[in-house]
């Protein structure tokens, strides 16, 4: 039968396609694509003309169907993403599971992500990370994700798109206070390449005061709680206890 590829694909500089890359997506049978018009022009660019499918979070249970059938008759498929590597915050989770659940080989052919562009560059602790992905859009839900991780050690790292930016380091702010270390890391690969670092009332006064300090993608980072926001966080919660004790009967 047949293999499916899951090829990662730039996220700006075209130059990061890997020759490896390149080979297989003019390999293979067909590519699946979240965006055909978005990766025509990519194609396009490498010289690679393929048939495609369209395979993206709305349509994706009833399109694997489609490329399982194809490796069932013994020809390779490619999973693309817009940018980036596939099933990263990206679709792909059902067709890949699917394939495995069938037996069919899947194998990665790895290239640029931004989550991992990001962290190796930023300067935080990355011998552990928690990638969480997009923040909930509703403000509310953001908060409370934040809320829920802010005594988190690890660094942590999401996705963002443009036009939440300011809103988002605003409510970090809110909820791990102006000390807290961040890392933003803007339109990596591309010609306005910016990274924000420092204590979070800095980094929002920075970005606040850039005209264009708002455009382009953003990978956000946090520093992990340290040890004395943890024991902060403990003292907390033995007033919480000690006052729920004299309350209770
Ligand atoms: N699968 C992709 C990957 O491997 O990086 C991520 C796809 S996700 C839908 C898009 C998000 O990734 C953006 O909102 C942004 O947070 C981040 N991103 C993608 N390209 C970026 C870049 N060049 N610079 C900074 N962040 C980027």
Do not use: W
């Not at 009833?62 to 915050?89: C, F, N």
């Amino acid at each position: 039968s047949g293999t499916l590829y899951i090829v990662a694909t730039p996220i700006g500089n075209l130059e990061d396609m890997s020759p490896r890359a390149t080979a297989i997506l003019s390999r293979v049978s067909v590519i699946a694509a979240e965006d055909t018009r978005h990766s025509g022009r990519l194609l396009q660019y490498l010289g690679v003309r393929k048939p495609m499918v369209a395979l993206h979070d709305h349509n994706e249970r009833d399109k694997a169907g489609l490329v399982l059938d194809r490796l069932a008759a013994s020809q390779d498929v490619a999973l693309i993403s817009d940018a980036g590597t596939p099933l990263i915050s990206d679709p792909g989770y059902v067709l890949v599971r699917e394939a495995r659940a069938r037996g069919f080989r899947v194998s990665p052919v790895p290239g640029a992500c931004a989550l991992v562009a990001a962290l190796s560059a930023a300067g935080l602790p990355t011998d552990r990370f928690l990638f969480e992905g997009f923040l909930p859009s509703r403000q509310g839900a953001r908060k409370a994700a934040l809320e829920r991780l802010s005594g988190e050690s690890a660094t942590l790292v999401f996705y963002e798109s443009p036009h939440r930016i300011v809103e988002t380091v605003r409510e970090i702010e809110r909820v791990m206070g102006g000390e807290r270390e961040l890392v933003l890391a803007r339109e990596l690969t591309k010609t306005f390449e910016t990274f924000y670092a420092g204590p979070v009332g800095r980094v929002r006064e920075s970005l606040e005061a850039d005209p264009h300090g708002s455009r382009g993608e953003f990978v956000v980072m946090i520093h992990g709680a340290s040890a004395e926001e943890l024991t902060a966080g403990s003292v907390e919660v033995d007033r919480v206890l000690a006052l729920l004790l004299t309350e209770l009967p």
